[in-house]
């Protein structure tokens, strides 16, 4: 490693820190009793929710009495959604092959803590739909609630598509006069916890939409309250947690006209992640012609599931931006979906790496060819530094004219390394995002999605936490062995040389929270790159590299410089010209005052 690439890793790594200081976990806070914080909230919901006006009294009167309370079910291999003739509504949403971090099962939604009111616009004034008892009809997958008063009738229908996480809904109005002023369905929910950690759910947890002009977007994801309004159409809204989704969807050719969304955060509650509400403004002509409709997803957040849905709805998993996201697209993701045949994440997080490193093999051997040429002349570069007396320009120069004379790329060991960073970004992006690895365990590691803890602390460490995550020390350790190796054909010295020690102990700190998967990824892609560099060395002769680098001394003795090299030449020489006319002016007006 030279001091271009040496440069140019400091530069990767003061990017990578960033990055990690602004968008890393922080380390767990232990929650306080929530006790008393969760009926608060249920309170303000129910508050909320009595607060809906109800003009119609003697309509209201006709249509609860017509009708028993009870529930009904739909429900397929995947979701059990039941429903209640009180309101017409959804009761509860259970996710069938999930479960929460303590194995219990996982409902999704339920009317504890969440709840919705459909108020539609009449001359009279508003109704709420999910204030009326309606009688029940259930046939195959679906679900009819009718009510009916007089010529007055209302119907909800509900369909759940076999082996889908998606719920149409409809509805139907007959005998009523509609105003020209919006429907509102306004949505409540406070989102259960499901993991073990609250805080990394909490920082992936959001209020995120759709829109025909601006495309995805989201409801800042920090913990202070944020509130946002819509004012143009609007195509899905969603209520996000890490792994999990609950979305409304306008149907094709139609959408929101406006929306409000809100969420807030009580980091003393354990048992909620976030509380979300939206406030959805429905073209009331839309009940009228019969086009009423929209559909709910209630599910994973799963790439592969998601792509089947509306546009850029995949976006809510987070595979990261540009060149990362294509990455985890076309190459991580597609590679996992081959290997989980294998069934053992940690197995194919192994066989994912030695997939990558097959491929980068070629840039790894080029890569370090391009060091070990760099070894080979450091003599020279040294005896240049010397001569030159550490004036820089000069030595860029030199050093330069060297390199072409021996046929060196000075950025041929720094390329194919920068190459290979898009897929250890892509990794940090995607793998606390990926709900395949939730709930796998793997040796110590009870859980890949979050981190594996050896060891819980009765005290914070500032930046680090309360526990130790054993793969994290793991990858910390194989990344300086790592380091070592690869300045073994280094020719940088001195402080610059400590920095490929330095962070590595930055790194630990930054990840001691993030995902098991992530710091066990990191720790076998480190152990195979020490591999694969004891391997090359064997292979590489250094004394073959002198006599090819002495061939091409001979071979480009008389051959003409390129036009890239000979503008290069030429900006070096004029930058040295600036820098001793500007310390000649110096001396000159030093020498002018005494």
């Known amino acids: 490693m030279d001091r271009n690439q040496a440069i140019g890793m400091v530069i990767i790594s003061v990017m990578i820190f960033v990055w990690l200081f602004f968008f890393s976990t922080p380390p767990t806070d232990k929650p306080k009793d929530s006790k008393q914080t969760t009926q608060q909230q249920q309170q303000q919901i129910d508050t909320n929710q009595k607060k809906i006006p109800q003009i119609d009294t003697k309509l209201y009167d006709t249509l609860l009495l017509q009708a028993e309370v009870k529930d009904v079910v739909l429900e397929n291999k995947e979701i059990k959604v039941t429903f209640s003739t009180q309101g017409g509504k959804i009761k509860q949403v259970l996710l069938k092959n999930y479960k929460t971090y303590d194995q219990k099962p996982l409902y999704l939604l339920d009317e504890k803590f969440s709840q919705m009111s459909y108020q539609i616009p009449m001359t009279n004034g508003k109704i709420d739909l999910y204030q009326i008892r309606y009688q029940s009809e259930l046939k195959n997958n679906t679900i009819v609630f009718k009510a009916q008063a007089g010529s007055k009738q ?24 509609l105003t020209k002023d919006v429907a509102t369905l306004d949505w409540q929910a406070n989102m259960p916890r499901t993991e073990k950690d609250a805080t990394p759910s909490r920082i992936k947890s959001t209020i995120t939409y759709y829109t025909a002009e601006g495309g995805y977007d989201y409801l800042s994801e920090t913990n ?23 979305s409304i969807f306008a149907t094709k050719n139609n959408s929101f006209s406006k929306a409000s969304l809100t969420t807030t955060t009580d980091e003393n509650n354990k048992d909620v992640v976030k509380s979300y509400q939206a406030n959805i403004a429905i073209p009331s002509e839309n009940l009228q012609n019969g086009k009423g409709t929209f559909q709910f997803y209630l599910g994973p957040n799963k790439y592969d599931v998601l792509k089947k849905y509306d546009e850029d709805f995949s976006k809510n998993v987070g595979l990261g931006w540009a060149v990362f996201g294509w990455v985890n697209r076309f190459v991580v993701i597609p590679i996992l979906d081959v290997l989980s045949g294998i069934g053992n994440y940690g197995i194919i997080i192994i066989v994912l790496v030695l997939i990558l490193r097959a491929v980068l093999f070629p840039l790894s051997y080029k890569s370090y060819i391009g060091m070990a040429k760099m070894k080979v002349l450091k003599p020279e570069i040294d005896e240049i530094k010397a001569r030159t007396g550490g004036d820089m320009q000069k030595v860029q120069q030199e050093q330069m004219e060297l390199f072409r004379q021996v046929g060196i790329n000075p950025l041929a060991g720094c390329i194919p390394m920068l190459l290979q960073m898009p897929i250890l970004i ?7 995002n990926a709900i395949e690895l939730r709930q796998e365990s793997f040796l110590w590691a009870e859980d890949l999605s979050t981190y594996d803890s050896v060891l819980n602390l009765s005290f914070q460490i500032p930046f680090y936490g309360s526990h130790v995550s054993l793969f994290t020390i793991l990858m910390t350790i194989s990344t300086i062995v790592y380091t070592w190796f690869t300045n073994q054909t280094s020719t940088i010295e001195g402080p610059m040389k400590m920095v490929g020690y330095i962070m590595p102990v930055v790194f630990m700190f930054m990840l001691n929270s993030y995902p098991a998967g992530l710091t066990y990824y990191y720790l076998i892609s480190n152990l195979m790159s020490i591999g694969q560099q004891i391997g090359i060395k064997r292979l590489v002769n250094e004394s073959k590299i002198r006599e090819i680098l002495e061939q091409n001394r001979i071979k480009n003795k008389d051959k003409k410089k390129t036009g890239f090299q000979q503008r290069l030449e030429e900006a070096l020489k004029a930058q040295q010209e600036k820098l001793e006319t500007k310390q000649k002016d110096l001396k000159n007006k030093q020498n002018t005052k005494k």
């Open 224 to 246: 202070d309250k944020q509130e946002k309004t819509i004012t143009e159409p609007i195509r899905w809204v969603t209520f996000k947690q890490q792994f999990f989704l609950a």
């Open 154 to 177: 209302i119907e909800q229908i509900y369909t759940l598509k076999p082996d889908s996480y998606e719920l149409g809904y409809e509805v139907k109005l007959a005998g009523y006069n």
């Open 426 to 432: 892509a990794m940090f992006t995607y793998f606390p």
